[in-house]
C-alpha cells in the first residue's frame, strides 16, 4: 500500500513534482520513475515540492540523492521546495541540507532554476556530447573531457585516471586518432 500521492505540473515552465503523505522504501520506485518521467519530458531540472510530505525514510532519501545525482550529470538539478519541519530535521541531521538546494518555497525554487538556466557570457559551457568518427563508426564523445563512450567493458569498475565508470569511458589517443580502453 502506497503511502505518498504524487502530483506533477507545470510552473511556469519548471516541472514540479508534489510529493504528499509519507515516502518509505514501498514508495520509492515508484516515485523515482515519476522524477526521472518529469525529468525526460520538462528537461533536467525538476523542483520537488515537499509541503506536503509529512515524513521521509532514509531510502526516500536515497532515492532523491541518486535522482539528483542523475540531474547534475544531465545538466540539471532537483531542487527541494517548501519542506516541512519534520522533513527538514531529517534533511539536518543527515547533513543532506547542504547538499541539496531548499527553498521556502515553489515560487523562489522556480525563480532560482530559471535564472541558473540562462546563459551568461562568463558562465561556463556545459559538457556536451558529440559525435567523433573512429573504426568506420560515429561514437558520442564528452568535448570537454575528450572521451568516447562505448558499449559496457565485461566487467564494471572505475577509470583511475579520469575517475569515471570504466564501461563508460574509452581513452583517446590523439595521435593516429585510434582509440583504447581506459586503464586501471
Given at each position: 500500500?502506497?503511502?505518498?500521492?504524487?502530483?506533477i505540473?507545470d510552473?511556469?515552465?519548471?516541472?514540479v513534482?508534489?510529493?504528499?503523505?509519507?515516502?518509505?522504501l514501498?514508495?520509492t520506485?515508484?516515485?523515482?520513475?515519476?522524477?526521472?518521467?518529469?525529468?525526460?519530458?520538462?528537461g533536467?531540472?525538476?523542483?520537488?515540492?515537499?509541503?506536503?510530505l509529512?515524513?521521509?525514510?532514509?531510502?526516500?532519501?536515497?532515492v532523491?540523492?541518486?535522482?539528483r545525482k542523475?540531474?547534475?550529470?544531465s545538466?540539471g538539478?532537483l531542487?527541494?521546495?517548501?519542506?516541512?519541519?519534520?522533513?527538514r530535521?531529517i534533511?539536518?541531521a543527515?547533513?543532506?541540507?547542504?547538499v541539496?538546494s531548499?527553498y521556502?518555497?515553489v515560487?523562489?525554487?522556480?525563480?532560482?532554476?530559471?535564472?541558473a538556466?540562462?546563459?551568461?557570457p562568463?558562465?561556463?559551457e556545459?559538457?556536451?556530447?558529440?559525435?567523433?568518427a573512429?573504426?568506420?563508426?560515429?561514437r558520442?564523445?564528452?568535448?570537454?573531457?575528450?572521451?568516447?563512450m562505448?558499449?559496457?567493458?565485461?566487467?564494471?569498475?572505475v577509470?583511475?585516471?579520469?575517475?569515471?565508470a570504466r564501461?563508460?569511458?574509452v581513452?583517446?589517443?590523439?595521435?593516429?586518432?585510434t582509440?583504447?580502453?581506459?586503464h586501471?
Open positions: 500500500m502506497f503511502t505518498v500521492d504524487l502530483i505540473r510552473v511556469d515552465g519548471q516541472a513534482v508534489a510529493l504528499c503523505g509519507e515516502l518509505s514501498a514508495d520506485p515508484d516515485v523515482a520513475g515519476h522524477l526521472i518521467a518529469a525529468m525526460a519530458t520538462f533536467p531540472s525538476v523542483i520537488v515540492d515537499l509541503a506536503g509529512d515524513g521521509i525514510s532514509y531510502t526516500g532519501l536515497s532523491l540523492l541518486r535522482v542523475w540531474a547534475r550529470r545538466g538539478d531542487p527541494l521546495a517548501a519542506p516541512r519541519q519534520p522533513v530535521q534533511l539536518a543527515t547533513g543532506l541540507i547542504g541539496f531548499v521556502p518555497s515560487e523562489e525554487a522556480a525563480n532560482s532554476t530559471r535564472r538556466q540562462t546563459w551568461s562568463g558562465a561556463p556545459q559538457p556536451r556530447a558529440a559525435m567523433v573512429g573504426s568506420g563508426r560515429r558520442p564523445v564528452c568535448r570537454t573531457a575528450g572521451h568516447c562505448i558499449r559496457p567493458l565485461p566487467r564494471r569498475e577509470c583511475r585516471s579520469q575517475r569515471m564501461d563508460a569511458c581513452k583517446r589517443r590523439p595521435t593516429g586518432g582509440t583504447t580502453a581506459c586501471y
